[in-house]
């Protein structure tokens, strides 16, 4: 537990600090979005607490990468796949470490697709989270936060996002906005077609009598 807390212990303060923040966030972004976009306040409300989540997610894992480790001297690199795992099956402390790592991006995983339609499969899900992986790991070996640059830490962290995406499939097109239904406006169409009245003869024989032969009338 001790190296536990080592290790994670101070996002707990950091956690504490912004959660208050992203509640007071939640309300203003959808006044904002009711205002502005003239949406409901379900729909406003569920996609102002959807983005606001994703920012914290975000917040964190930034923190988290960016944060050294007390008492550390340097980050280490362990990329050979399987060794973290044994580990973690030994001890308690590499399981929970173990666990933290699938937990770390199993949140993006599960609110991005809602967000973002181009993000629902996953496979695309397990694309991005792969690369976001290796690029939070790369960032803590560059840094020397005096963490452990593992291949098995990418792969916990892409497991933990598909199995996010997974859990939340079902409510992907929840918070998709419906278009209004175009009605048709009314067009009066002209008929361009010649008309051909059909006037009795007599009454013709009589205009033309009149119009050629004044004195007749």
Known sequence: ????????????PLTITAVPYALLGWPL????????????????S???AVDMTLVLACFLVLCL??????????SRLNLEPGTDLRLALNDSANLWQALGNVLMLSPLGAL?????????????IALGALAVSVLVE?????????????????????????????????????????PPVAIPAQVRRVCEAPVRLRVP????????????????R
């Open 1 to 12: 537990m001790g190296e536990l807390l080592r290790a994670f212990g101070v996002m707990i």
């Open 29 to 44: 972004l959808a006044a904002h979005r009711r205002r502005r976009r003239q949406a409901d306040l379900v729909s406003a």
């Open 46 to 48: 569920a996609t102002a």
């Open 65 to 74: 990468v960016t944060m050294p480790v007390t008492g550390a001297q340097g």
């Open 112 to 124: 991005l697709p809602m967000r973002f339609p181009r993000l629902r499969s996953l496979g695309r």
């Open 138 to 178: 790369g960032t803590q070996y560059l840094i020397q936060a005096g963490r452990v640059t593992s291949a098995d830490d990418i792969l916990l962290n892409t497991l933990g996002a598909v199995a996010g995406a997974a859990v939340s499939k079902r409510l992907w097109h929840r918070l998709d906005v419906r």
């Open 201 to 216: 003869r007599s009454v013709w024989d009589e205009r033309y009598s009149g119009i050629a032969h004044p004195q007749r």
